[in-house]
């Protein structure tokens, strides 16, 4: 049997800052910037304070790393903790398609932490962000469809992706990214049951996979111990929370296929799952000139994970739970014409109008939109008028894909947009994380980037 | 269908110290002295330096909480963690047979961290850890025989007995605990894969369950919210850790079954599976006066959980290895008389003796033995001589199973042995600790044990 893991450890061992295309150095400054709009607008957004409450009581009320909502420090590992949590309470952070993981919201925790800990480099940043991505991607992918049915993959394969960025800024040799790997993959967890309650557990799974990947790295750099086919052995994670993996995705393509590349950026503050949906009926009411109140039914043609997802939510009473709601979405999107993070907060429970348009759309589960998925996210929506006329859309690079993706700019409004919703920052410093990010590959250290006394 | 989550919040929220019987606070303090005696004999022992200096790295330098073997102040969060590694290592903490649950080592930790903390009593403890093991014991239950074959259920059962011992603690109502169930069970992690290559995760497994447990209280007790039917919802721990869950098993007899009176006490150093066959050869050598050199083959029959948990180790590397291979247990019963701390470190891997006779032992699944397991764990062996004679032994009840437990005195001889074994302890310390045990029930305060200054 061909060890996957050790080839995968190998190469994350070897990869140097050298051996990076220049389009995965710049599109890693993009995920940070858009990964920082994410951690900052979840300041004072509900649950995120109990999380910063929880740090200041169990951790030290100094240290090297830094809580960007707070702007305290604390230990790398609360700093990771908090963070993780805050980056993904609204929804915004990116996803990988095939392998449903959300890298940037445990990946950047955790190695920033790290690397402001330790006295780091841009360059060592980014090289670890993207060692991260690629081995987190890629276990994602061996655990298979089969394991996102019950488990949060960004909760579980991100303790994985976690440990390996640490590791990188801590100089793993390959040996150490097996010991890591076992560490971090049998601390592994995090269920969807959560999603039935509009329950806090999604920002908690964040929060612990970004710690617990980091206190796997730096206890491994002390000499712990761990398994050494935590994938593919007997009791490893394929036997238990899987029942389609395939450990040849651990090595695919390891050194040309760069999956940093392949993730989507966030344009609606919702599941991924609803995007699709929402560009297709955004699309077809604009192409169709339809209003809101033309629309007497709309059914969504979805892949299976969708309805896995997204089924556990009837009537949403939460804002959270709402982001996980069909109907709400595109409610939002038909009625308010976007569905960003304030037409969530002003319209997603309180709108009798968007409420109505909810009870209007259904799921259902289609061929083609299943067969293309995961790869693929494709968009199909049905809409009926009240006039009885139909018409159908379907979209095959939702906006914000790899196909689709966002430019500078745009990704410098997402970052303006989040962090003006939550006050997190002023506008001078709004510019000056604009401009560090861009010149992250520069940074002699990483530095802190608002607790500023001691940068 | 019935929520027995919710009754056995309901009992939990409702058990007060008046409800206890005596024998059940007395046995409670037994397993208290025990669980410190493996505590204590955890100090300086591999890997457990690792967890201090991560609790160190990652901790504050001062706290209400003590952590036993380096006797320092921190945070809850990190006692609970370093002192639950520390009292796994040695393999001498109590288990319970039908859950396979290790409850003292994740219990214990969680609760006296936050006994001490919080400033609460001899008697707030006693019920705290009463809570834990009822609720642990009856979640491992539910979990089936299935979890166990991937599952280190102390590790992933665990975090819900921490959880509700802390909650206990924090006088939760019973909403509190279905909350604290539900963050408590979507952190639960940890597979059996590291025991093929004697790795360090077991103690990983331990002081992430104590201290994911206590951080799952501590946070609801803030307001978190969690899933509100952890075990038996669509995507719960039952849906994605199991194949043979009965949740039902949640509620068995609630107030008049105590699950903690059913746990045993540990006499050999090594696992659990390996004792019923230890004491069936032990028994026999003694009936027929044979000796060591005498035996040419022993055949243990066992229960399949034997199996899959000693049937990785073939030639054990380390020390801690040694304590499940099936071979080297009998072995050094069979030469040395006894397997204890001292004899593993001196002869598990070095004396040729054991390894002539680890050789010559085998383990076989047996129908009545694997039928009686988990309820009653059986010691089945059948010895063949060189002169070519057969014996066979049955043993019900092996020494520390309930029906076959341990005096005071015993306890007490075994921490005596413990300590002395690291030197934890001065010898008027020693005593000191016995007698605290045995007045736990009066004390008004928990105080620190060990980092005496501010008791």
């Not at 300041?43 to 090297?64: C, N, Q, S, T, V």
């Not at 949590?85 to 392998?99: G, I, K, T, Y």
């Not at 997603?348 to 759309?361: G, M």
């Not at 693929?376 to 894909?401: A, C, I, M, N, Q």
Request: with cysteine.
């Amino acid at each position: 049997m061909t060890n996957t893991t050790r080839e995968l450890a190998n190469f994350i061992a070897e990869l140097s800052y050298d051996d990076l295309p220049k389009e995965v150095i710049s599109r890693c400054e993009d995920l940070f910037l858009d990964w920082l709009a994410s951690a900052l607008a979840g300041k004072d957004y509900a649950p995120i304070p109990l999380f910063e409450r929880y740090a200041e009581r169990m951790g030290p009320a100094e240290g090297g790393s830094e809580i960007l909502t707070s702007r305290q420090r604390t230990s790398p590992y609360f700093a990771a903790f908090v963070n993780a949590a805050a980056s993904h309470v609204v929804e915004q952070d990116d996803l990988h398609n095939s392998s449903v993981l959300h890298p940037a919201t445990v990946v950047f925790p955790a190695a920033l932490a790290t690397a402001q800990a330790e006295g780091r480099s841009g360059r060592d940043l980014i090289l670890a962000v993207v060692a991260g991505y690629e081995a987190g991607i890629r276990i994602g992918e061996c655990l298979g469809r089969s394991h996102y049915t019950i488990f949060h993959t960004t909760g579980t394969v991100g303790t994985l992706a976690a440990a390996v960025a640490v590791g990188k800024l801590l100089q793993f040799s390959s040996d150490d990214f097996v010991h890591a790997l076992g560490s971090a993959g049998t601390q592994a967890a995090g269920l969807w049951e959560f999603l039935r309650d509009g329950a806090d557990s999604k920002q908690l799974h964040t929060a612990k996979a970004a710690a617990d990947g980091l206190l796997a790295a730096y206890m491994t750099a002390d000499g712990l111990t761990g398994a050494q086919r935590i994938f593919d052995g007997q009791q490893g994670m394929a036997a238990g929370m899987s029942s389609d993996a395939d450990p040849g995705k651990l090595s695919d393509r390891l050194g040309t296929r760069w999956a940093l590349t392949e993730t989507s950026f966030k344009f609606h503050a919702s599941c991924r799952h609803t995007h699709p949906a929402a560009d297709a009926l955004q699309q077809l009411m604009n192409e169709q000139g339809l209003n809101y109140d033309d629309i007497d039914g709309v059914v969504t043609y979805v892949h299976q994970a969708a309805i896995d997802v997204l089924g556990a939510v009837v009537e949403p009473r939460t804002v959270h739970q709402a982001k996980f709601s069909m109907g709400t979405v595109l409610g939002l999107i038909a009625v308010h014409g976007n569905a960003g993070l304030e037409e969530f907060q002003k319209y997603a429970l309180q709108d009798p109008e968007v409420a109505k348009f909810r009870s209007r759309v259904s799921m259902r589960l289609d061929q083609e939109v299943n067969e293309a998925y995961p790869i693929k996210w494709f968009g199909k929506v049905e809409v009926t008028t009240h006039s009885g006329k139909g018409f159908h859309k379907l979209v095959r690079d939702p906006k914000g894909d790899p196909e689709n993706s966002l430019t500078r700019s745009e990704i410098e409004s997402k970052f303006e947009r989040l962090v003006a919703f939550s006050g997190a920052l002023t506008r001078e410093e709004t510019r000056q994380l604009i401009n560090s990010a861009w010149q992250l590959h520069d940074a002699e250290r990483v530095g802190y980037l608002l607790s500023a006394k001691r940068n």
